[in-house]
Structure formats: structure tokens, C-alpha cells
């Protein structure tokens, strides 16, 4: 057997059993939740979004597409392209932020001038993040619900 074919045999195992043992990234928490204060019809939301790599291998982070909701209405949305990485076996902080439009809120306003009242909003955040291992993308669900004080 020629001795390239050997080689191209032998990375083809090792790709194919290193493969099997990769495993899913996760996503663990949002943290520093903050909705900032109001400008230009805008409040500014502000996170920190935790994810872990549980493999052997650096990953990157490579997109989030999130949308942000208000008393179930999308008020904004997510999108960071900004790659990232996220070394073996290790949790990696990701900053994110939002605009979130006043306006959008109005629609439901019974529910939230009772929240604006108590200076409070309950923020549910819900999309994917992509992660890279290995060259191979790997879709991480991303849900989380918690409610967040006003800096009006």
C-alpha cells in the first residue's frame, strides 16, 4: 500500500474516532442582566451569556441569534457575529447586548405599566448559539427567563 494512501487512511480513523467522542457545548447561564436607562425611545439591554465546552479541543463560538422577549412580545433581538473562543474543557464568558424598543412595549400596555410601576420587567431571552469543534458546527439552544430591575 503507497505510503500516502497509508497516511489518508490513518488521519481518516483518527478523524472518524475523535468524532464520536465530541461532545455537545452547552449553554450554563445569562448573567449582569441589565435593561439600562431609557434614550431616544431605546432601553439598552446588557448580559453576559456563559457557555462551556466540555471537549478536549478549543471550540469557537462563531454567531448568537437570540430574540428578546417582553410580556411575550419580541422587543428585540441578539445577533453577534464576533467569533470567539472557547478553550478545552473550560467556560467562556460572551458579552451581548440589545436595543429594545419602547414603542413595541406600548402594545401591551396594561401588563407593562404595572412592571414599569414596580420598576421590573420579566426579560426571557430565547435562539441558538453556533459553536465550531473539530470544523464540525454544532447548534446550542439558548433559554433563559429572569426578571430584571429598571434604571429609569
Known amino acids: 500500500?503507497?505510503?500516502?494512501?497509508?497516511?489518508?487512511?490513518?488521519?481518516?480513523?483518527?478523524?472518524?474516532?475523535?468524532?464520536?467522542?465530541?461532545?455537545?457545548?452547552?449553554?450554563?447561564?445569562?448573567?449582569?442582566?441589565?435593561?439600562?436607562?431609557l434614550k431616544?425611545?431605546?432601553?439598552?439591554?446588557?448580559?453576559?451569556?456563559?457557555?462551556f465546552n466540555p471537549n478536549k479541543v478549543s471550540a469557537t463560538l462563531k454567531s448568537?441569534?437570540?430574540?428578546?422577549?417582553?410580556?411575550?412580545?419580541?422587543?428585540?433581538?441578539?445577533?453577534?457575529?464576533?467569533?470567539?473562543?472557547?478553550p478545552a474543557n473550560s467556560e467562556v464568558r460572551v458579552p451581548l447586548s440589545a436595543d429594545v424598543t419602547v414603542g413595541e412595549l406600548l402594545g401591551n400596555l396594561g401588563g407593562v405599566l404595572g412592571a414599569l410601576l414596580k420598576q421590573e420587567l420579566d426579560v426571557h431571552i430565547k435562539g441558538n448559539a453556533t459553536i465550531k469543534a473539530l470544523g464540525v458546527p454544532v447548534t446550542v439552544p439558548v433559554d433563559h427567563i429572569e426578571t430584571v430591575q429598571l434604571n429609569l
Open 40 to 51: 431616544g425611545g431605546k432601553l439598552t439591554l446588557t448580559a453576559d451569556a456563559i457557555f
Open 64 to 86: 448568537t441569534d437570540l430574540d428578546v422577549f417582553i410580556k411575550e412580545m419580541t422587543v428585540g433581538k441578539i445577533l453577534q457575529s464576533n467569533e470567539v473562543e472557547v
Open 1 to 37: 500500500m503507497p505510503k500516502s494512501l497509508s497516511l489518508v487512511l490513518i488521519f481518516l480513523f483518527l478523524f472518524a474516532f475523535s468524532c464520536k467522542s465530541l461532545k455537545q457545548p452547552e449553554f450554563r447561564n445569562i448573567e449582569n442582566l441589565q435593561l439600562g436607562s
